[in-house]
């Protein structure tokens, strides 16, 4: 086996391949603009994609726009512009909020790019032709705001069952795909791939509520408007939203029906997708079965993630309790949010924010727990030993107490992000920085400081310290990047080890404050009306 890695090197030009990771959000549907509860996904997919980088893997992180349907063209009506216009400026600030929450993706796709459309043209006929797809009519009822068509029996107190909004009648010409054709194939996999969707609760779901009950053959074209991808050889239809925008996944990473590039080869199957609990069904029932039938494997992982919840209720701008990115980003900076987004929303249950809740935490872990630890920490190395530090052997069981919490913690991290629990991730590394905030507390820097005989221990405690603080500011980079690289930059130090190292030697830069305390009657006062 050595003598095969070996001879791979060689061939690479001595360079060892790293394992890829192709990881995708849903495309954001460019409708309007994103509210904080849509941005958790991108926050949450970067934050996976910045840990998969940190732990050495080739990570290529797609996200981008959904851009045609019966809402966007109504919306451009309305608005007096035509689709295109519309969705330039959409997809525009889509992209605006995903920079400002320091977003790492690769690419950033959007489903009016003329490749993606002339591939699902490709996808649409190959389909067709080898009787996946056929022609027939739709009657049933529509909703619009989700372009989904719906039985009576799955309606809610007779509206649609994802977004409570009324339904109308739609009678019209159509393709279909054959979704029953799958059914069983799809069950056997669902149950045979355990991991395939997570939460277990989202697999349960579509297994009993939407797979086992019966699948009906998928309406994948629409006759009634004009804004989507022409159906090349019926001018009548455009292809229905869900078969253009599932695809994107592919098309944008050089798949076609003919021929594939090696960057397809190398990175499909996507390791992971994330998205929204109420688009799971779509990406584990339709998008298996398009894969299917284009006789491609699936993806690894589908993870529906939970919603945010804006005083335990679902944003709705309707119901005037929407909040938006930029605010809070003005508000309270962009790693204060990203925290709380990530450290906030659980893996399987619904999250919830208001000012109050965001206060605290700023005020509680960030400005408290790890702003304060470097604030101090640095301070006493500048005042005590004039900005160098280096370990001693003035060693005691407390030392090795932190030390090991240190060390352990790459394995409990990687088990927590492995599992998607990123809360659980975040709340391991800042278990070890209230430890070290107890270090403080335990071992008294500043009554040693007083006894020259002490001099040696004390250099040894500070220089705990600031180990602690370096390992744990790389644990935190893809959660809080900024900050991240703040607390290195105050360290003055470029060892990227993430474990305890006793021979770095500390040069440190004066200290500044991480994260302010927030006056919360000040701050409503001002802010909240």
Not at 260 to 287: M, N
Not at 424 to 439: C, G, S, W
Not at 517 to 524: E, V
Request: with cysteine.
């Amino acid at each position: 086996m050595f003598v095969l890695m070996l001879i791979v090197v060689f061939l690479l030009g001595g360079k060892i391949m790293k394992e890829k990771f192709y990881l995708t959000t849903a495309i954001a549907y460019t409708s309007g603009k994103p509210h904080i509860g849509n941005t958790y996904e991108i926050v949450l997919a970067d934050a996976i994609a910045r840990y998969k980088r940190f732990k050495g893997y080739d990570v290529y992180f797609q996200t981008g726009t959904d851009e045609h349907g019966q809402k966007i063209e109504d919306k451009a009506k309305a608005a007096g512009v035509s689709p295109q216009e519309f969705v330039d400026e959409q997809a525009a600030e889509v992209k605006r909020i995903w920079d400002l929450m320091d977003a790492s993706y690769d690419k950033f796709v959007r489903t009016t790019d003329s490749h993606h459309k002339k591939i699902v043209q490709h996808i649409f006929k190959k389909m067709y032709d080898q009787g996946d797809i056929y022609k027939g009519e739709y009657k049933g009822l529509y909703c619009t705001p989700c372009e989904s068509f719906w039985t009576e029996s799955q309606l809610v107190d007779g509206k649609c069952p994802d977004c409570g909004r009324e339904v109308k009648e739609a009678k019209e010409e159509a393709y279909f795909f054959r979704l029953s054709k799958y059914q069983k194939q799809l069950e056997e996999y669902i149950e045979s791939h355990p991991d395939f969707i997570q939460p277990e609760a989202r697999k349960n779901e579509m297994l009993n509520n939407f797979i086992k009950p019966g699948l009906q053959d998928l309406c994948v074209s629409r006759t009634s408007f004009k804004w989507g991808i022409p159906v090349d050889f019926d001018s009548n239809h455009v292809v229905y939203v869900w078969l253009d925008a599932l695809t994107n996944y592919i098309t944008n990473i050089g798949y076609d029906v003919d021929e594939v590039t090696g960057e397809f080869k190398k990175l499909w199957p996507a390791d992971l997708q994330v998205i929204g609990k109420d688009i799971v069904r779509f990406h584990s029932i339709y998008w298996p079965c398009f894969l299917w039938s284009l006789g491609l494997p699936l993806p690894k992982k589908i993870f529906g993630h939970p919603w945010l919840l804006m005083n335990n209720d679902k944003m709705s701008k309707s119901k005037g309790n929407v909040i938006y990115a930029d605010e809070l980003v003005e508000a309270f900076g962009v790693d204060a949010v990203r925290y709380y987004l990530l450290h906030e929303i659980p893996f399987a249950s619904d999250g919830n924010i208001t000012y109050d809740l965001l206060i605290d935490h700023i005020n509680g872990e960030l400005a408290n727990v790890l702003g304060n630890l470097v604030q101090r920490s640095i301070s006493m190395g500048n005042k005590y030993f004039d900005g160098v530090v280096r370990g001693t052997d003035a060693v005691e069981d407390i030392d090795l107490e932190l030390e090991s919490k240190l060390k352990n913690l790459e394995n409990i991290v990687e088990e927590k992000m492995h599992a998607l629990q990123i809360s659980d991730a975040i709340t391991e590394i800042f278990n070890v920085l209230r430890f070290t905030n107890k270090y403080i507390d335990e071992t008294t820097p500043w009554v040693l400081a007083k006894d020259d005989s002490k001099k040696e221990r004390l250099q040894n405690v500070i220089y705990h310290l600031l180990e602690s603080i370096r390992v744990c500011s790389l644990y935190l980079e893809p959660f809080m990047p900024s900050t991240s690289e703040e607390i290195r930059k105050q360290l003055n130090i470029s060892d990227t080890s993430i474990i305890y190292n006793n021979c770095n030697e500390y040069h440190l830069n004066t200290p500044s404050v991480l994260f302010q305390r927030i006056d919360r009657d000040k701050f409503f006062a001002e802010n909240v009306k």
